[in-house]
Nanobody
Framework: VQLQASGGGLVQAGGSLRLSCAAS????????MGWFRQAPGKEREFVAF????????YYADSVKGRFSISRDIAKNTMYLHMNSLKPEDTAVYYC????????????????WGQGTQVTVSS
């Protein structure tokens, strides 16, 4: 499985962005894909995950109500819709695949994209 993340950029506080993660070589119809982020000097932290087959979602408390994760099965693509962005959301965002339902630790995912930078200015 190869993951390609895109959609990052510079946005003002309160703005919105949509990240995409295109998966190639994904032959399984189940499992969980997720988004993580890593700010400078900090550990990689869980943002959200979605179950591929049923679309069940789970969010970190820090983004609940502001971010929305979705997937397009036909396109093998996962999205992260980010609204009401805050400066503390600034980080490199990574998509991941190969997790199981409930996976919120990076070590629980087998495949990773290269990351896309999100910068929120105040």
């Amino acid at each position: 499985v190869q993951l390609q993340a895109s959609g990052g950029g510079l946005v003002q506080a309160g703005g919105s962005l949509r990240l995409s993660c295109a998966a190639s070589g994904r032959t399984f119809s189940s499992g969980v894909m997720g988004w993580f982020r890593q700010a400078p000097g900090k550990e990689r932290e869980f943002v959200a995950f979605i179950s591929w087959s049923y679309g069940r979602t789970y969010y970190a408390d820090s983004v609940k109500g502001r971010f929305s994760i979705s997937r397009d099965i036909a396109k093998n693509t996962m999205y992260l819709h980010m609204n009401s962005l805050k400066p503390e959301d600034t980080a490199v965002y990574y998509c991941a695949d190969g997790g199981s339902y409930g996976s919120t630790w990076a070590s629980e995912y087998d495949y990773w994209g290269q990351g896309t930078q999100v910068t929120v200015s105040s």
